[in-house]
């Protein structure tokens, strides 16, 4: 990619030296600054190794005098460019420019950073995301001492943080997210007492949060979610007064989310999930009215929800599911002004529904809970879309779908697509039902059933996808085209079995990435899968199953027991996944592909695409009835 697009990064390089310079400086001069000799070298040195040489490139960073926009008061404004230098020409009575500002950025650079990047030191603004760069940072990046914006995110960069970061005590924005670094945060990094925004998501560091960051109380946004962050999440993090929006999602944190909490009364927005080994309250929320998104999902929640979160006028989005609150559901959550996405699925609520609800409120999810009383008439409002016990009864444990049918031994399910023909002729329904955050659909067979529950944080994610791209290890490629999407957890229902043991045989494909070095092929995407309501694959990803190579196949194969007539498949995203990749709020996903069932010879298909973010990922699910006149084992290994 790098190669297809060096000559445009020349072009663009070039106009930028001789368009692109900026002065702080207003003053005409009769004698025209120059660019600092030893940064026009060091330049020249940088693109050179990353292999963007040219003749015309070469003279427009010789050491001309800078021109053009150069005496313009009026700066560029850098984000409509992937390649952009500025120069600060105040020096030496405005003959002198030092290069203030460079960044290159989405235009694939691979190999490592150049040593001579580190001694640009008048940089304040670097921006190398998005490319393909590789190796560790040096520790040499603690030269750039006046920095105060350094952005080396989504890239695949690796080795430990150099302590030298610390150095860095100008910095405002920090962000290394979606590489592949390893070790822990250096407790040096608790120095940069200025920053303000810090996004260390699916960097891969690990370890503790050092105590040395409880210095850093000029934050406003901390994303910090699917790393491999351990212990408990701080109390310090309560002294971050500024903070608007925090995420710690996916980690492998342990306990409970901090009392301190409740004093970051201007939080906007507020992520948390995945805690393990603890139990959680709602209490820390009560004086966070300023929130418009609050999503604490899966923490060991146990308490019940405070009447006062009706008070939230301001918050639209509210997920609190899969934790074990209990209690009655607060009527006042039905009448708020601004609530549009209430998300309380998976948990040990009672009680009844009110019987008013906001127009507003278009998106509900109570399923898995134990709801009961009077069926409220907004239930069958137009453009509503709610999933709760009641209109699940038939697909959750204790009930049977099947009522009045008879078993059957062969099913196939083209997910998110026409009906097709397959090559060993079977025919595969369709499934190309239009499915959002909050739904469910009955086949007209009966034979089969789904239920979505997630809603898409970008503005872009479709809930059924489609790629032209050919897959390996199948004779029908054209099955893995379509697929079905969902944000947070989808649920496929297999109706009307014959009682048994089965070997459910899973086979997936990666389907949003390609192999290209490019920075769009730097995407993970990981999800949980349960079978009957084990957990049989934790933190699956289907590209490092397949050695790295997107589109080839994986083959997973468990074993289940029908009993009730019905076998349940689950996805869930617990958190973990790059979220801009390959397009900003490409949101973690889950994805379902064709799914057969056959009698002692099956292949059900299905394709799931799970990210926190968006991806798509195929899966293909096949499922073989054993007859066995032995006695049955029990499952034990239950949802949590």
């Known amino acids: 990619m790098w190669q297809s697009n060096h000559k445009f990064f020349v072009l663009a390089i070039c106009s930028a030296c001789i368009f692109g310079l900026a002065s702080f400086t207003g003053a005409q001069n009769k004698t025209q600054p120059i660019i600092e000799p030893t940064e026009v070298r060091a330049l020249y040195l940088i693109f050179t190794q990353w292999n963007a040489t040219d003749n015309t490139y070469n003279r427009s960073i010789s050491g001309e005098q800078c021109s053009g926009a150069a005496v313009d008061p009026y700066p560029l404004i850098s984000r409509d460019y992937k390649v952009f230098i500025k120069c600060d020409c105040s020096y030496g009575n405005g003959s002198l420019c030092h290069i203030v500002h460079l960044t290159v950025t989405e235009m694939d650079v691979a190999g490592p950073i150049p040593e001579e990047l580190w001694t640009l030191s008048y940089l304040f603004h670097l921006d190398l995301s998005k490319n393909y760069l590789s190796g560790s940072l040096s520790p040499s990046i603690g030269n750039l001492t006046r920095l105060k914006y350094l952005n080396v995110g989504t890239n695949a960069l690796s080795g430990e943080l150099p302590k030298e970061m610390g150095k860095l005590t100008n910095l405002l924005f920090l962000s290394i997210a979606e590489n592949y670094f390893s070790g822990p945060l250096p407790s040096e990094l608790g120095n940069l007492s200025k920053l303000q925004e810090l996004y260390i998501n699916s960097s891969g560091v690990s370890g503790e949060i050092p105590s040395t960051f409880a210095n850093l109380q000029n934050l406003e946004t901390v994303w910090a979610s699917d790393t491999e962050l351990t212990g408990r999440v701080p109390d310090f993090i309560g002294n971050w007064l500024k903070l608007k929006s925090l995420r710690l999602q996916g980690n492998a944190f342990e306990g409970s989310i901090p009392l301190t909490f409740s004093a970051l009364a201007s939080l906007l927005e507020l992520r948390v999930s995945d805690l393990t080994n603890g139990n959680s309250s709602l209490e820390f929320i009560k004086d966070m009215k300023n929130l418009t998104v609050l999503v604490?999902?899966?923490?060991?929640?146990?308490?019940?929800?405070?009447?006062?979160?009706?008070?939230?006028?301001?918050?639209?989005?509210?997920?609190?599911?899969?934790?074990?609150?209990?209690?009655?559901?607060?009527?006042?959550?039905?009448?708020?002004?601004?609530?549009?996405?209430?998300?309380?699925?998976?948990?040990?609520?009672?009680?009844?529904?009110?019987?008013?609800?906001?127009?507003?409120?278009?998106?509900?999810?109570?399923?898995?809970?134990?709801?009961?009383?009077?069926?409220?008439?907004?239930?069958?409002?137009?453009?509503?879309?709610?999933?709760?016990?009641?209109?699940?009864?038939?697909?959750?444990?204790?009930?049977?779908?099947?009522?009045?049918?008879?078993?059957?031994?062969?099913?196939?399910?083209?997910?998110?697509?026409?009906?097709?023909?397959?090559?060993?002729?079977?025919?595969?329904?369709?499934?190309?039902?239009?499915?959002?955050?909050?739904?469910?659909?009955?086949?007209?067979?009966?034979?089969?059933?789904?239920?979505?529950?997630?809603?898409?944080?970008?503005?872009?994610?479709?809930?059924?996808?489609?790629?032209?791209?050919?897959?390996?290890?199948?004779?029908?490629?054209?099955?893995?085209?379509?697929?079905?999407?969902?944000?947070?957890?989808?649920?496929?229902?297999?109706?009307?079995?014959?009682?048994?043991?089965?070997?459910?045989?899973?086979?997936?494909?990666?389907?949003?990435?390609?192999?290209?070095?490019?920075?769009?092929?730097?995407?993970?995407?990981?999800?949980?899968?349960?079978?009957?309501?084990?957990?049989?694959?934790?933190?699956?990803?289907?590209?490092?199953?397949?050695?790295?190579?997107?589109?080839?196949?994986?083959?997973?194969?468990?074993?289940?027991?029908?009993?009730?007539?019905?076998?349940?498949?689950?996805?869930?995203?617990?958190?973990?996944?790059?979220?801009?990749?390959?397009?900003?709020?490409?949101d973690p996903t889950v994805n379902i592909k064709p799914t057969t069932f056959k009698r002692k010879r099956t292949s059900p298909a299905v394709g799931i695409g799970i990210g926190s973010g968006v991806l798509s990922i195929l899966f293909i699910l096949m499922i073989s009835y054993v007859v066995q006149r032995r006695k049955k084992s029990k499952t034990n290994d239950n949802e949590g």
């Open 296 to 586: 604490l999902r899966n923490n060991n929640i146990s308490n019940s929800i405070p009447s006062s979160l009706g008070e939230y006028q301001k918050l639209s989005e509210l997920d609190l599911s899969f934790n074990s609150i209990t209690g009655e559901i607060p009527h006042s959550l039905f009448n708020m002004s601004s609530l549009y996405f209430l998300f309380l699925g998976n948990n040990k609520l009672n009680g009844s529904l009110p019987q008013k609800k906001s127009m507003r409120l278009s998106v509900i999810d109570l399923s898995y809970n134990n709801l009961a009383g009077n069926i409220p008439s907004w239930v069958n409002q137009r453009n509503l879309e709610l999933v709760w016990t009641s209109s699940l009864k038939c697909l959750q444990q204790n009930f049977r779908c099947n009522q009045g049918h008879e078993t059957y031994k062969i099913l196939a399910i083209n997910y998110g697509g026409q009906e097709i023909i397959s090559s060993d002729r079977l025919v595969y329904e369709r499934d190309n039902e239009i499915l959002g955050p909050a739904t469910y659909f009955i086949s007209n067979s009966k034979r089969w059933a789904v239920c979505n529950v997630g809603h898409f944080t970008g503005k872009t994610n479709p809930y059924i996808s489609f790629s032209p791209r050919q897959f390996t290890k199948t004779l029908d490629s054209e099955l893995f085209q379509t697929s079905r999407l969902s944000a947070s957890s989808v649920r496929y229902y297999v109706l009307g079995l014959e009682n048994g043991n089965y070997t459910v045989n899973l086979q997936f494909a990666e389907v949003a990435f390609d192999d290209s070095s490019s920075w769009r092929s730097l995407g993970r995407r990981v999800f949980n899968i349960y079978i009957q309501g084990r957990l049989v694959l934790k933190n699956f990803n289907i590209r490092k199953e397949a050695d790295g190579i997107a589109s080839q196949s994986v083959h997973m194969i468990f074993k289940a027991q029908v009993l009730k007539n019905y076998l349940e498949i689950h996805l869930f995203w617990a958190g973990k996944g790059t979220s801009s990749i390959p397009i900003e709020d490409f």
